[in-house]
């Protein structure tokens, strides 16, 4: 009987939280260019946001996101937007984009991988939709979650991604 | 008093549970590779090869050419070139390294040096003829002295053998570029 | 006498339980397992309907690099299609006499030495019993491939082939390299 109704409390319990999680709706917290934000795995600041033109006719335009990022682990990371990948989101008017390409500035090449305190300036690249007007975007940066012991084997693993902040800003060079 | 034995009954009962969540290992510490470490210079058996830390180097950038185009590489801390000689002992193999920096932290292959002449990722290492192989690690340079390299099978890391292997001496000064020829 | 009951029956699940686990793990250790090997002779030796014959073994070594050599083995097969079919995913190694094993090069390289070492300089590629320009069933077709040895294998060495299909069957032929000097 007692365990029963210790059973019953526990459900109500966390259908109350999350009922109460949905009713108010955490703002995000929001962040400018220059300000850090942790994803889990790396530590990303980003640093500009600018509209490249097409270079040649029929290409799309390109939106670049210059950013800095540090890996927070204790090893080489290659997933450094955690997996499956969750890069920075990007929407304009309440459309989500593709996913961006990573370059390491360094090398003009896809960013493979990130060491431990070695910071590196990277481009973020979306391709702009044929029918977007420029105008003001919103990122959303998503953080992975990391348990040391996890409920199954007590080992330590990332689980699941939370949006961690939003960045609202118009892109330079925008006409 | 039969309530009062039984609450103690359960109390000792919550308490040893309590002691051996404690001291039980957890998933991270059980599930490892056999660690054995060698001194500088030193050949280390591991289960399936035997491996010697024969040389490093420390360079500010590193060039090479794959394919036919030329890349040159730099970096905001330094690349250590690890020269190592590996023969396997059971079925040719191949071996993954990385480097244990002075902070403890890992560092993996640079995948930026991936496909250099005689590179580590690609080679092949045969029973009963000692190979030898260069890894390149990109590191800040306070993680090199005090560090550690670390060879293992390039397949499973886990339950199987791990060299931690001491490096031969101070590497000393660092080269402004080193250039990998085949 | 209900609680006996239940007791068997979890027994009996346990049971199936570990008989269907330990069922597939033990299917696929025999996959990957050499376990029954025949001995074939010069003439070849035929394995689940696929005829098998090790066609010539040449070697040779570096002047300078004497204490290493490069083996190249190629191998014939024969048979109908079904049979061929599972022979997918063909296998080979060389073993010596402490069961050391050496597993073909794969590298990019070892495409230039393959033409080096056969003495019609061709490469015929890496054994693959199911090629898009199979012969007629009857007809045999060959593969290449190449091994690094210490010299000292050339003495006697074990070639050891085998299949997806196959294992836990391998057949195994005694090689004799014919050397190459390779100035």
Redesign the interface.
């Known amino acids: 009987m007692a365990a029963s109704i210790g059973v019953a409390a526990a459900v109500l319990l966390g259908l109350w939280l999350k009922v109460e999680e949905v009713r108010a709706p955490q703002e995000l917290p929001r962040i400018v260019p220059g300000e850090p934000v942790d994803l889990g795995r790396v530590e990303l600041t980003p640093l500009s946001l600018s509209l490249v033109p097409p270079g040649q006719e029929g290409e799309p335009a390109r939106l670049l996101m210059r950013a800095r990022l540090l890996n927070l682990t204790g090893e080489s990371q290659i997933a450094v937007f955690g997996f499956p990948p969750h890069p920075p989101e990007l929407a304009a008017g309440g459309a989500a984009w593709p996913e961006p390409e990573v370059i390491l500035d360094r090398d003009g090449a896809p960013l493979a991988q990130l060491h431990p305190r070695l910071a590196e300036r990277v481009t973020l690249v979306w391709q702009v939709p044929p029918d977007w007007r420029p105008g003001p975007v919103s990122l959303t940066f998503h953080r992975q979650i990391f348990k040391l012991k996890d409920n199954l084997y007590g080992k330590s693993s990332w689980l699941l991604f939370q949006p961690a902040a939003r960045m609202s800003v118009v892109p330079e060079g925008a006409p | 008093m039969i309530r009062g034995g039984s609450i103690a009954i359960v109390l000792a009962g919550a308490a040893l549970l309590g002691a051996m969540m404690q001291i039980a290992p957890?998933?991270?510490s059980t599930?490892q590779p056999f660690r054995s470490h060698v001194a500088a210079g030193g050949t280390g058996e591991a289960r399936s090869f035997r491996a010697r830390f024969a040389g490093a180097r420390l360079a500010d950038r590193i060039a090479f050419s794959r394919f036919g185009t030329e890349f040159v590489?730099?970096?905001?801390?330094v690349f250590l070139i690890a020269e190592i000689e590996v023969e396997a002992?059971?079925?040719?193999q191949r071996i993954d390294a990385?480097w244990q920096g002075a902070?403890?932290?890992?560092?993996?292959l640079?995948?930026?040096a991936?496909d250099i002449p005689r590179g580590l990722d690609?080679h092949?290492f045969?029973?009963?003829?000692t190979g030898r192989a260069i890894a390149v690690f990109?590191?800040?340079p306070d993680?090199v002295a005090g560090g550690e390299l670390v060879v293992n099978n390039s397949f499973t890391a886990v339950f199987d053998s791990a060299l931690h292997l001491a490096p031969p001496e101070p590497a000393g000064g660092s080269q402004s570029i080193i250039l990998f020829e085949p | 006498m209900k609680h006996l009951l239940w007791v068997i029956i979890a027994a009996v699940l346990l049971l199936a339980n570990v008989v269907v686990g330990g069922w597939t793990e033990i299917a696929d250790l025999r996959r990957a397992r050499e376990w029954t090997v025949s001995q074939a002779g010069e003439a070849g030796a035929k394995l689940r309907g696929v005829h098998v014959r090790v066609d010539q073994v040449w070697a040779g070594s570096a002047p300078n690099l004497s204490e290493r050599a490069l083996v190249l083995v190629r191998l014939a097969l024969r048979g109908p299609e079904a049979a061929r079919q599972g022979w997918a995913g063909c296998d080979l190694s060389l073993r010596d006499a402490a069961d050391r094993v050496w597993l073909p090069l794969i590298s990019t390289d070892s495409e230039g030495a393959v033409r080096v070492l056969s003495p019609d300089g061709e490469n015929k590629g890496r054994c693959n019993p199911i090629p898009y320009d199979a012969p007629p069933d009857r007809q045999e077709f060959l593969s290449d491939q190449l091994f690094l040895v210490p010299s000292e294998l050339l003495k006697g060495a074990r070639l050891r082939v085998s299949a997806w299909g196959t294992r836990p069957e391998a057949l195994e032929f005694a090689v004799k390299p014919v050397l190459r000097d390779l100035q």
């Open positions: 957890d998933y991270n599930v590489h730099d970096t905001d801390g002992t059971i079925v040719s990385s902070s403890g932290r890992r560092y993996a640079s995948r930026r991936q690609s092949w045969q029973p009963g003829l990109e590191l800040p993680e």
